[in-house]
């Protein structure tokens, strides 16, 4: 696209059939504003999704755009960035998708470093299958598969991305459209690789972790008084480890991050290659003389 | 049979046997001579019976044989291994003077060198396998500066101190037997002025991704497939692509799937097991119409089975594996040579057709060394078919009436257009979930019958439009027929030569789509199918296609076919009184 691209350009004509009042709604819109404002086309943006309602997202943004199988959205987007470094790419993923089936790859996504943004909606529940609980519900949340509790810790996906060397640590809430917004185009401008976790509350099926819920319970970062410095890891750490508290904005931010595939040296993207062998191609065989 | 030589180093895993083999094969292979390896070795990393064993000929070679004229062991466990594979002109070289619980038996040639002092005295004991290649090239009369050779290629990187420390201790190895032993041991071996090549299946299949313009490779190391990952890495980086060692083989996969949609001529290698776990994205691949390459190095199953054993065990897996039905390629290549242009061609029919394509080839090939002339490789013979990619000029022709990018247009031969991301007005979605031309989810039952049958199509223009031939050996009239698939060609070829009946061998090196047997099989008298796993995946395969009833030679030991066995056992099964009528 020439011209800059408007945030309606990111819409499909396909209209998402999550639930109305879904938070999933504000997540996307502000991946979309935060895509436009940063400068990306639809032509130009990859989106990778796994499964649950938010592998729903590519199908309603319009851009180059894969729905997997479960779990495992980070590794296309690692394949994809790496192939093309030219693309923009944004991987988007729920609790389940991504602290469960997809725990293991988030683990090492964030170690890798590949230049992607990771948004994870999170609605501490998982929805589709209909209100079972997921790896961030809490202990004693009871669902349909746990009706006296989960009797187990919930996973906290920004410890997880700070233990393994995550380079861009944040949380941002899909109802607070700004903030939201904001923190996306940070993750985008990041090099390396961004976590959003998004509390993107299901209104069909959690009753707890409600928008009233993160309304009140959401410390902004950007308040004055929590004088917080992302790039300060020994704050981030303070912050991020605090699970008595939840925080919206950018918890840690390496300034020094350089995206693996600028480490190994991909400077262009992969899909030119020779009519025929390529120049010099018997020298290959001239190895094993 | 060609005039061959017999030889192998055994020891201990750790004790560097395979680089000693490698070495010796190399020398053989930079005299003009043929070489054909196999390895014995345990999933352990040190400690364990581990072996390496050459067959050489100025003949072209294509199998082993169950017999041994020169062991080099280093311990007893090595001769105890082997002793059914000697015979009584078989020279075994050791070191007495190593801690050495027993004795070579009477029947036959020790040979005592003191391979450990010898190396002491050229500079260092790690040179006791290089003193037991010099003793070896004096038993075997080889000139012993084709050793030379093999050593300058393989430490001449690391000085040339090193290179002439080595050849030092072998020709104090080939002076001592020079010395020591007044005997004529027999052999004197023709070296020719051939300038062959020497490498095995996964290096082949390597070097074939290269070729064909791969540059995206992802994978997770697993036995016998991780050497493929290995030759790639390194290389793949002088042509701009990359090499990712994944955390498993399920990221490994979607790497390699993400990889490609992004453009990227893309493949990932693993074995059984890795197969296993890759085959929840398979589904994703062929709906999503996304090209990939994927080689699957077949070793003994189920589950974990024999992991450095040898099986052809995968097939149905590779047929068949996923749910849903699946529109797939399946290549077996029949010879290492064979690795490099089915991986070329592999990636040819994943772009052009828009599928994943299987490369299944086993531990056989893998492990094994083989000599070619580089003509085997022919570059100049390479074409690369990238299949219908559009760009801005040509993209308008693919637009629905409202301008919008259709991925999985029903075109009439079934091969929709593809769009790298990047491509201006191709932006569009892609999904495991049943799709419209668009590429978005549907449920409708017509556009269901559509995308299924248009997927299903490229399969029928595959079969139309490429050449699914076999390969075809021996008397094309005979009475008996020979099926087989995979790495046995070279064994039962060979065994063709002391066949005392006359047999119609077809060798066939394609699963999926692969080649209408039934003219061959109705008017053969009987059919028999040889392949390395218990049940004969193939032979119901053949006699599902060609309602016919076939015989069957089954192996699954983890051994591969030899020549001799097989003469024994093609000929007992076309004596054999058919037990049942065609």
């Known amino acids: 696209m020439s011209s800059q691209a408007h945030f309606t350009d990111f819409k499909s004509d396909k209209q998402p059939t999550w639930c109305p009042g879904c938070g999933d709604f504000g997540t996307m819109n502000g991946m979309m504003k935060a895509l436009a404002n940063t400068g990306n086309s639809p032509d130009d943006t990859f989106i990778c999704a796994g499964i649950g309602c938010s592998g729903k997202i590519g199908t309603y943004m319009h851009s180059y755009a894969l729905h997997g199988v479960h779990g495992r959205a980070l590794p296309v987007g690692t394949g994809v960035k790496l192939a093309n470094p030219d693309l923009e790419v944004m991987v988007a993923g729920g609790d389940g998708d991504g602290y469960s089936i997809g725990a293991g790859h988030f683990i090492h996504a964030v170690r890798r470093n590949v230049d992607m943004t990771y948004v994870v909606m999170d609605n501490r529940i998982y929805g589709l299958t209909k209100g079972q609980f997921s790896p961030t519900s809490r202990e004693d949340f009871e669902t349909s598969t746990s009706p006296e509790g989960t009797k187990q810790s919930p996973v906290h996906p920004l410890a997880l991305a700070m233990a393994a060397g995550g380079s861009f640590i944040a949380q941002s809430f899909s109802s607070d459209a700004m903030r939201h917004t904001e923190i996306i185009e940070e993750a985008i401008e990041h090099d390396g690789f961004s976590l959003v976790n998004t509390y993107s509350p299901c209104v069909t099926f959690n009753d707890v972790d409600t928008y009233d819920f993160f309304r009140d319970s959401l410390i902004d970062l950007e308040d004055e008084e929590e004088e917080h410095d992302p790039t300060d890891y020994d704050q981030a750490r303070e912050k991020i480890m605090d699970f008595d508290n939840i925080y919206q904005g950018v918890l840690y931010q390496d300034d020094d991050s350089v995206g693996y595939e600028k480490r190994l040296g991909i400077d262009e993207p992969m899909n030119e290659i020779p009519d025929g062998a390529p120049e010099g191609a018997m020298d290959l065989v001239r190895e094993f003389y | ?582």
């Open chain 2, 1 to 582: 049979m060609p005039e061959d030589l017999n030889w192998a180093v055994g020891g201990e895993a750790g004790d560097g046997i395979d680089s000693t083999g490698k070495i010796f094969a190399q020398a053989l292979s930079r005299a003009g001579r043929h070489v054909f390896t196999s390895k014995d070795f345990a999933s352990r990393i040190r400690g364990g019976y581990t072996a390496y064993k050459i067959r050489t000929s100025v003949d072209e070679l294509n199998s082993v044989v169950d017999r041994l004229d020169i062991l080099v062991a280093l311990t007893q466990r090595t001769i105890d291994e082997n002793l059914d594979e000697l015979h009584e002109d078989s020279v075994v070289i050791y070191d007495g003077e190593r801690s050495w619980d027993a004795e070579v038996p009477d029947e036959q040639i020790p040979l005592d060198v003191p391979l450990k002092s010898l190396a002491e005295d050229a500079g260092g004991a790690i040179m006791q396998n290089v003193v037991a290649l010099g003793a070896a090239c004096e038993v075997a009369n080889f000139p012993i500066e084709h050793l030379d050779s093999a050593l300058e290629k393989r430490f001449g990187d690391k000085g040339q101190k090193l290179v002439d420390n080595n050849q030092e201790a072998a020709r104090k190895g080939r002076d001592y037997v020079r010395e020591n032993y007044d005997h004529d041991f027999g052999y004197d071996l023709d070296t020719t002025d051939e300038d062959y090549v020497l490498l095995n299946g996964d290096e082949a299949i390597g070097m074939g991704a290269l070729v064909a313009g791969c540059r995206f490779y992802a994978g997770y190391p697993i036995t016998p497939a991780t050497n493929v990952m290995e030759y790639l890495t390194g290389r793949i980086d002088e042509y701009g692509g990359t090499v990712v060692q994944a955390e498993d083989e399920l990221s490994a996969i979607n790497m390699a799937l993400g990889a490609a949609r992004a453009g990227a001529r893309s493949m990932t290698a693993t074995s059984g097991p890795g197969i296993d776990l890759m085959t929840e994205t398979f589904g994703l691949i062929a709906t999503t119409e996304t090209p990939l390459v994927i080689a699957d190095v077949m070793r003994s199953g189920p589950s974990t089975g024999m992991p450095t054993k040898q099986e052809q065990g995968d097939l149905n897996m590779t047929l068949y594996g996923g749910h849903g039905e699946i529109p797939r390629f399946v290549l077996a290549p029949t010879t290492i040579a064979e690795c490099f242009h089915k991986t070329i061609e592999a990636f040819n029919l994943a772009e052009k057709y828009q599928t994943p394509v299987y490369v299944v080839s086993d531990l056989a090939m893998a492990v094994t060394e083989q000599t070619f002339s580089p003509e085997e490789f022919d570059m100049d013979a390479v074409e690369i078919d990238r299949g219908k990619v559009v760009d801005e000029d040509d993209i308008d022709q693919y637009m629905d009436e409202q301008g919008r990018f259709q991925p999985h247009y029903d075109a009439a031969d079934g091969i929709s257009p593809r769009a790298f991301p990047g491509t201006v007005e191709g932006a569009h979605m892609t999904t495991g979930l049943e799709h419209d031309e668009l590429g978005r989810r549907t449920e409708d039952t017509d556009e269901r019958v559509q995308q299924v049958d248009k997927r299903n199509r490229k399969v029928e223009t595959a079969q139309n439009e490429e050449d699914w031939s076999p390969r075809e050996f021996g008397n094309e009239d005979a009475e008996n027929l020979v099926l087989s698939w995979g790495s046995n060609e070279g064994a039962i070829r060979e065994a063709m030569q002391e066949l005392d009946i006359d047999v119609r061998f077809i060798s066939v090196p394609y699963m999926f789509p692969r080649p209408d047997l039934t003219e061959a099989v109705e008017s053969a008298e009987k059919t028999v199918v040889v392949e390395c796993n218990a049940t004969g995946q193939f032979a119901d395969v053949v006699e599902r296609d060609t309602l016919t009833r076939v015989e069957r030679i089954n192996k699954y030991n983890g051994v591969r076919f030899n020549a001799d066995e097989l003469v024994d056992r093609i000929t007992e099964a076309f004596a054999a009184e058919s037990e049942v009528t065609a």
